[in-house]
């Protein structure tokens, strides 16, 4: 871990944030994801579970997917189901992933690959491993992310981005420590190839041992550290933060990740997913796959499934 890798000497270079200038965020909260399983049976960490939507507003779930390594046999994923009134995005680090959803979206990811769905106004969809993965087992490692999106957008038609991991953005922290992979936003300037709806920052950054990460940082976005692996430390007050946990930043304009000088064999550096959006501020009522602003829209999200209003499962081919 992980698939998309580069040399950061040869990268562009994120300018690092004038302390003298530019406030650095405090850690309001550091909490740790309970484990569990998700569709057929695929271990997750439940990343945002115990905060409140406000805090993670305009984000709604996430859940780190793996690092599993299946036997033969062994990968699982999900059956059919709706959404409606959000976006699911799927970032897999490694392994492969097959989507197909009844807007005609879907396609095959893997290794740094991201999948962009936008429900909108309802779609089905499934995601699961190809036949081959299930046959030969192999390593499986991923994030799933829920964007809310504003009342304006809820009922737009669904689409889908399919992001290959070559489109991502690669950058370097200023002194070549840490590798950024932008997915979707900007950051010191440059843009990731990710369309959002809700405007919205997601970087993958690698930070060797010993390395620090400062980034600057919409102060009207919120921002979220999650540590897919490793462990370091998180603000300038330092607060240790480790595989499976999630740390809260309260306001400023930049935001700062190190990693420990000294890191477990198997996860050679700190593997951290930053993130951060612009609070949409609505009402959000929210049951199961459905995100609307009212409970009235989510019985209507029901009876519209139920009637068969939110797609079609496509036949085999």
Do not use: C
């Not at 970087?203 to 919409?218: E, K, Q």
């Not at 692996?229 to 933060?241: F, I, K, M, S, Y």
């Not at 609307?292 to 139920?306: C, G, I, V």
């Amino acid at each position: 871990m992980p698939a998309v890798v580069a040399d950061t000497l040869t990268l562009p270079r994120i300018t690092r944030p004038d302390p003298a200038l530019v406030a650095d965020r405090p850690v309001r909260s550091v909490t740790t994801a309970p484990s569990g399983y998700e569709g057929e049976g695929f271990p997750v960490r439940r990343a945002f579970a115990g905060l409140d939507t406000a805090t993670l507003d305009p984000f709604l779930h996430m859940d780190q997917m793996g690092e599993v390594d299946y036997a033969p046999g062994e990968p699982k994923g999900t059956s059919w189901h709706p959404h409606r009134g959000f976006e699911t995005v799927t970032y897999l680090i490694d392994g492969t992933f097959r989507h197909q959803d009844s807007n005609g979206g879907g396609g095959l990811i893997t290794n740094g690959d991201t999948q962009w769905m936008t429900a909108g106004g309802g779609i089905l969809h499934i995601e699961a491993p190809p036949e081959e993965l299930v046959v030969a087992g192999g390593l499986f490692h991923g994030v799933q992310l829920w964007v809310n999106l504003p009342r304006a957008n809820k009922w737009n038609p669904p689409r889908y981005q399919d992001l290959r991991g070559s489109d991502t953005v690669l950058l370097s922290s200023d002194d070549g420590g840490a590798l950024v992979r932008l997915i979707a936003g900007d950051v010191g300037g440059h843009t990731g190839p990710g369309s959002t709806f809700t405007p919205i920052t997601l970087i993958h950054a690698t930070v060797s041992p010993g390395a620090r990460l400062v980034l600057p940082w919409r102060a009207d976005f919120n921002a979220l550290a999650y540590v897919l692996a490793g462990r370091g430390v998180v603000g300038t007050e330092q607060r240790p933060l480790h595989t499976g946990q999630l740390a809260v930043f309260g306001p400023g304009a930049s935001v700062t990740v190190a990693a420990g000088t000294t890191q477990d064999s198997h996860t050679p550096s700190l593997e951290v997913l930053m993130l951060g959006g612009l609070p949409i501020r609505e009402p959000v009522a929210h049951y199961g796959p459905f995100v609307m602003n009212t409970r009235a829209e989510l019985q209507q999200a029901f009876a519209d499934y139920q009637a068969g209003r939110l797609g079609v499962i496509p036949a085999a081919g």
